[in-house]
């Protein structure tokens, strides 16, 4: 039997991965045969409060011995003043490195329904279906030297930015090989014309284009005019690949596009066991008050069936029945307008709005295939 690690993590971490969760047992009942083992542990401050470091090693072999890991958010002012070796999000970084998982996708669709929620225009933003391929475990979260310290009596803050050649490459193969089944369109991001370490990128991401890829269109962008672009034509772009830095902040920049950084999933891919998340934070001002949106966690649990587990028109049930709820007009507080048709909901009753239309998405699929 397949075997899930669960890390709810902080904040509405355990409120939104509880939802989900219940989404895929739902998909269990309905699929025919297929179940999965799930066991939950301790993560980042949870685990810190508890045993003093946000990942204990038992967290780890769990992480190593299963097919899938399912998080939900780690952090929080909480923990802030902790010494930065044992904070939460030490956790996470650690869970990237040690499960080898080097690209990050992160998907940024406008759904049809919340056309409304996104700042920018209807024009502007309706049919946006780009995915940011993040390089995950390189770049200036993890170059040496680095480290805070005093040289001729002043503080001194250094990170360092390092790519090899093999990180490069193998992130650009992800991007390139996704771009294949969507619109072959790659746009490589990078800051070549100031940092060394991207100058490398550009080359090295045009050497596997020209070497393996040719069939593909690739295109290179400054960070600072990407960001520009994400705002004034987001429906350029395709498959955006880019560094750890750079990655982190255009992926949040594009979620706010599509309405909410509550919408967005997320799947970090590259060893055997694949880690899914949603992009948002552990929002420690709402926890525990069930009004947090939990659709990007169970957007989370479809890439998990599509990326870990061959499931693809499972993955296409959970991903319909999330835009029919939003048609239907349920909408959690972060996308909520106040509209003829349209109700606020709290995060369980969403959840539940949300397996029910997994059931007669499945419903349809079975009569179909009996048609």
């Known amino acids: 039997m397949p075997k899930i690690c669960v890390f709810p993590g902080d904040g509405i971490g ?3 991965v509880r939802e989900a969760l219940s989404v895929l047992r739902t998909v269990e009942e309905v699929a025919g045969g297929r179940s999965f083992e799930t066991e939950e542990e301790l993560l980042g401050g949870a685990s810190y409060d508890v045993h003093g470091v946000p990942m204990t090693e038992r967290a780890m072999g769990l992480a190593c011995g299963a097919d899938a890991v399912l998080l939900g958010a780690v952090g929080g002012p909480k923990w802030d003043p902790l010494p930065f070796a044992v904070r939460p999000e030490r956790a996470l970084l650690g869970l990237r490195k040690n499960l080898g998982l080097f690209a990050n996708l992160r998907p940024a669709k406008v759904f049809a329904p919340l056309l409304d929620a996104s700042p920018l225009r209807r024009e502007l933003v309706e049919g946006i279906d780009l995915v940011v391929v993040r390089e995950l475990t390189g770049g200036i979260y993890f170059g040496e030297p680095r480290g805070i310290r005093v040289e001729n009596g002043v503080e001194v803050g250094i990170n360092t930015e390092v790519y090899t050649r093999p990180e490069i490459e193998r992130v650009a193969r992800v991007a390139f090989e996704l771009a294949r089944k969507r619109g072959r369109k790659v746009t490589s991001v990078d800051k070549a014309n100031v940092l060394e370490a991207t100058e490398l990128w550009r080359r090295i991401v045009t050497e596997v284009h020209d070497r ?3 069939d593909i269109d690739l295109s290179h962008m400054l960070v600072d005019n990407c960001a520009m672009q994400l705002i004034r034509h987001p429906k350029q772009f395709d498959v955006i690949v880019t560094t750890n830095l ?3 902040i255009l992926t949040d920049e594009a979620s706010m596009i599509t309405g909410s950084i509550g919408m967005l999933p997320s799947a970090s891919l590259g060893g055997r066991v694949g880690l899914y998340e ?3 934070g552990s929002a420690p001002d709402i926890a525990g008050k069930g009004v947090a949106n939990p659709l990007a966690t169970i957007l989370s649990v479809a890439l998990m069936l599509r990326y870990s587990f061959g499931m693809p028109a499972e993955a296409v049930w959970i991903e319909e029945a999330v835009e029919k709820v939003l048609a239907d ?5 972060d996308i909520y307008r106040e509209a003829p048709g349209v109700r606020r909901v709290g995060t369980g009753e969403m959840g539940e709005q ?5 059931r007669k998405q499945a419903e349809g699929a079975v009569r179909n295939i009996v048609r």
């Open 354 to 358: 949300v397996r029910r239309a997994v």
């Open 14 to 16: 355990p409120e939104v």
């Open 329 to 333: 007009g349920f909408r959690t507080g």
């Open 278 to 280: 949603p992009i948002h």
């Open 212 to 214: 393996e890829y040719k």
């Open 246 to 248: 750079f990655g982190d």
